[in-house]
């Protein structure tokens, strides 16, 4: 027997605007008609399916699992902004947050959200340390700070913003963070 708030509750996760799934051991366990739309796919062909499947990258998938056990987490609590891949492989721009139930074990359950940003910010092809020196200049870093998060000199930090800067075609760093934000211009 459900009861009235079981009712309700299960009609705001099937319909809320915002992209949601249930992970269990980085498997989707549940996810809403927003998520399915967001990838691509019908709620029924995702579950059961390991979330890799919508990394651009064996590489991504590891190193944002590696960012998860990590203090950068705090209590279960993480959010990014990241590229993410459909069911038909295109990319996308994608606002993650999501919270694991079981913060000494953060892949054990989680709840997410996904929201697709491609409207916003479309997609331009970078390298993996691109992207990662990407989204660090989008939250404020500077080349030096940058280059000791990824063990990186300062000066191939700034090579990579220079390359970041010619296919954003964006004449200076603000502006780059801007476009890289999805913020007007």
């Known amino acids: 027997m459900t009861s009235d708030a079981d009712t309700i509750a299960d009609l705001a996760f099937d319909h809320a605007p915002l992209g949601l799934a249930v992970l269990d051991h980085r498997i989707i366990r549940r996810c809403n008609r927003q998520f399915a739309a967001t990838f691509g796919a019908e709620v029924a062909d995702l579950l059961n399916r390991p979330i890799a499947d919508f990394y651009p990258s064996s590489e991504d998938y590891n190193r944002i699992g590696e960012?998860?056990?990590?203090?950068?987490?705090?209590?279960?609590?993480?959010?990014?902004?990241?590229?993410?891949?459909?069911?038909?492989?295109?990319?996308?721009?994608?606002?993650?947050?999501?919270?694991?139930?079981?913060?000494?074990?953060?892949?054990?359950?989680?709840?997410?959200?996904?929201?697709?940003?491609?409207?916003e910010r479309p997609v331009v092809t970078l390298s993996a340390r691109e992207r990662?020196?990407?989204?660090?200049?989008?939250?404020?870093?500077?080349?030096?700070?940058?280059?000791?998060?990824?063990?990186?000199?300062?000066?191939?930090?700034?090579?990579?913003?220079?390359?970041?800067?010619?296919?954003?075609?964006?004449?200076?760093?603000?502006?780059?963070?801007?476009?890289?934000?999805?913020m007007p211009l």
């Open 67 to 119: 960012v998860l056990k990590l203090s950068e987490a705090p209590d279960g609590l993480y959010h990014d902004e990241r590229i993410m891949r459909r069911a038909d492989a295109q990319l996308f721009w994608c606002r993650v947050r999501g919270r694991s139930v079981t913060p000494d074990d953060p892949f054990k359950t989680g709840v997410w959200s996904f929201a697709d940003l491609s409207s």
């Open 132 to 182: 990662e020196v990407a989204i660090f200049t989008a939250r404020g870093l500077s080349a030096k700070e940058i280059g000791r998060q990824l063990d990186l000199s300062y000066r191939t930090v700034e090579t990579h913003r220079a390359r970041l800067l010619e296919k954003f075609e964006a004449r200076k760093l603000p502006e780059l963070v801007a476009k890289l934000s999805g």
